[in-house]
């Protein structure tokens, strides 16, 4: 592997590593500070290739390789940023549910739900939730971590699936803002009255950044319903 491959993949990762700890540092998940990221991430590289151009004479064959090399890596990863495709890092789910109620009880949730039947309705389509009227709320459940200090707003976004046109349309988008620094992370709801048809419900950030998602598909019908704490 030549020094341009090896330097272009260490950008990636070196790219990747201050997007994820510069955000955790300054307590800021904003695009200015993916740009700073990537910008830190440019000098860096530089000042090292400034070292490895005295002990490997190679480098400074492939200069102009290089810089296209990187220079690709970055407009890609700013690509990747601005079409919403990096996870919003770092963010990340602890937990998810669809639920036909939630209720508070001191520290924890009391929620009745169902149990998935199908294990391929469990992992392709999504569990099945059943209604027996068409005013009936279904309630869905996020536990969202954020690093300490960094609290945010954060959006629940209801789609339903349309068969006809081949696209997901959206029902509703429910803010609410997390506070940072809990192991279980925030723990939070939102309700919509839900129809029949295939669901889902994404956890994203106000820029659209996709934290979780959960898919679901609602149907008319009864089924055993439990009650748990979560």
């Known amino acids: 592997m030549g020094p341009v491959v090896q330097i272009g993949v260490y950008f990636f990762a070196l790219f990747s590593y201050f997007n994820l700890a ?5 307590k800021n998940l904003s695009f200015s500070m993916f740009l700073f990221s990537g910008f830190f991430s440019l000098v860096f590289l530089t000042g090292l290739v400034k070292i490895f151009e005295l002990k490997v004479p190679e480098i400074k064959e492939e ?3 290089l810089k296209i090399a990187v220079g690709s890596v970055f407009i890609l990863m700013n690509f990747f940023y601005f079409t919403n495709l990096i996870p919003p890092i770092p963010l990340s789910i602890k937990d998810v549910g669809v639920y036909h109620s939630i209720e508070r009880v001191g520290d924890n949730y009391s929620v009745v739900g169902e149990e998935c039947q199908r294990w391929d309705r469990c992992i392709i389509t999504g569990r099945e939730v059943h209604i027996s009227t068409i005013t009936q709320r279904i309630y869905f459940y996020s536990a969202v971590y954020s690093p300490p200090q960094m609290d945010m707003n954060i959006v629940h976004h209801w789609e339903i699936y349309d068969p006809e046109n081949g696209e997901w349309l959206t029902e509703a988008e429910i803010p609410f803002e997390i506070t940072g620094g809990r192991d279980i992370g925030f723990r939070w709801y939102s309700y919509y009255t839900a129809y029949p048809g295939l669901w889902r419900v994404s956890v994203k950030t106000e820029r659209g950044q996709v934290v979780g998602r959960k898919s679901f598909e609602i149907i008319y019908g009864e089924n055993e ?6």
């Open 63 to 65: 200069k102009k390789n």
């Open 22 to 26: 510069l955000p955790y540092i300054f």
């Open 225 to 230: 319903r439990k009650v748990k704490e979560i």
